[in-house]
């Protein structure tokens, strides 16, 4: 199975780090697919965050300001301690 592939219009924004491979859109799909909302409170915010970037030409926030907002969240994620509690996992 591939991962989803992010709408060309998103932009192109790799998050540094622990996922090289994975444009920030992509890592929030990933989490909105993976999760969806209200299951798991620690991607709650990514999941929030891709329903923005869907809605970002409707609005008046950027995608620049989405991706910023991505970073700040997965930075936050890896700065909580790990659990190996995984009965929220599929």
Not at 5 to 10: E, G, S, V, Y
Not at 13 to 35: I, Y
Not at 45 to 50: S, W
Not at 55 to 82: F, K, M, W
């Amino acid at each position: 199975m591939t991962a989803p592939q992010a709408p060309k219009r998103r932009s192109g924004h790799w998050l540094p780090g622990r996922w090289p491979e994975l444009c920030l859109p992509e890592l929030t799909v990933w989490a909105h697919s993976r999760f969806g909302h209200g299951k798991l409170a620690l991607a709650e915010k990514l999941v929030d965050l891709d329903d923005v970037y869907d809605c970002v030409e409707y609005s008046n926030v950027t995608d620049a300001e989405v991706d910023a907002d991505v970073v700040a969240e997965a930075r936050q994620i890896l700065g909580q301690p790990h659990t190996t509690d995984r009965s929220n996992s599929p």
